[in-house]
């Protein structure tokens, strides 16, 4: 269903029913609500979650930013490694207040906040700019933003570059299938069939490079997120997988360094996707940790 979240319209899935805790489910750069496995939610439901998910601004079926262009992404990204200002058409924050404006519009006061990569980011902002919102955040596969934390590996920053060799939907998914193969999971491997099929239905929900690519500006601008960490008040969580090619576990590490009590989990074999095996390993972390946090705020 769509909701109208800080004047956007914006795409929700909300499930699990009322008179329940709330998670809170961000999705990282480019990536659609449905990026978050449906098993996923279904084992935090089984918790005793309600659990909420939105497509970002400008990607999947919520509304765009074609009007604002893309400008030129090369000169940003070379701005961005010079420590200059980058300018984007739109910021970290302002997709902030978007998920504010979903819990605003679902009529809920408090959620646990749980965000993936650039997601983990935003959930990491929102803790910080909405405490009363926040019952606990979790930030997965993410980073602080703190300049000099290390890169994507050679191999994954080369292939981020590259171009898909076509338009079509095969060329596309099998593009995509290549970036995929750099960053999986090496102890969790997907086949090229499962990687295929889910690709594909994501294409076929919604197909939309160039909000990805204001996305990633965004991420470029957010330059003064690690002094807004310290801030953050509530109980932290940040999961990390020690076979991240594309974000790094020192980017985790330091994340959870910057928060005040943060909580740091490496997860032995994950890298930078979600496969059925680290979906569990995770929600078997997240429920818990909430149902921890839930049972401190309500000790008198």
């Known amino acids: 269903m769509k909701v109208t979240a800080n004047g956007l319209q914006i795409e929700v899935d909300d499930t699990g029913g009322q ?3 709330v998670i809170l489910l961000i999705m990282g750069l480019g990536m659609q609500l449905v990026a978050w496995p449906a098993g996923f939610v279904q ?3 089984e918790a005793g979650f309600r659990v909420v998910r939105h497509d970002n601004r400008d990607i999947g079926l919520s509304q765009g930013f074609d009007h604002a262009g893309t400008g030129n992404v090369v000169w940003q990204t070379i701005r961005h490694r010079l420590g200059l200002k980058v300018r984007s058409a739109y910021t970290l924050q302002d997709m902030t207040l978007d998920s504010l404006g979903v819990l605003d519009a679902l009529g809920i006061q408090k959620a646990h906040i749980v965000g993936a990569s650039m997601g983990g980011m935003i959930a990491q902002r929102l803790a910080a700019t909405a405490p009363q919102r926040t019952a606990s955040l979790v930030s997965i596969m ?7 934390l290390p890169g994507p590996r050679r191999q994954v920053a080369t292939m981020l570059m590259r171009r898909p060799l076509g338009r079509g939907e095969a060329e596309l998914v099998a593009h995509s299938i290549r970036l ?3 960053i999986q999971s090496p102890a969790y491997p997907q086949t090229d069939q499962e990687l295929a099929e889910r690709l594909t239905f994501s294409m076929r929900r919604a197909y939309h490079p ?6 990633m500006l965004a991420i470029g601008a957010d330059a003064d997120r690690p002094e807004v960490l310290p801030r953050i008040q509530s109980p932290t969580l940040v999961l990390h997988g020690d076979a991240d090619a594309l974000v ?3 980017c985790g590490e ?6 005040p009590g943060a909580r740091f989990v490496a997860v032995p074999g994950m890298g930078h996707d979600l496969p059925p095996e680290v979906c569990t390993i995770l929600a078997q972390h997240i429920a818990p940790f909430a149902h921890a946090a839930d049972a401190t705020h309500a000790k008198p």
């Open 19 to 21: 008179g329940r805790p």
């Open 43 to 45: 084992q935090l439901v």
């Open 142 to 148: 993410s980073s602080s933003g703190a300049r000099g």
């Open 180 to 182: 995929l193969r750099l």
């Open 210 to 215: 160039a909000g990805l690519m204001r996305q």
């Open 248 to 250: 790094p576990m020192a």
């Open 254 to 259: 330091d994340t959870a360094r910057r928060i």
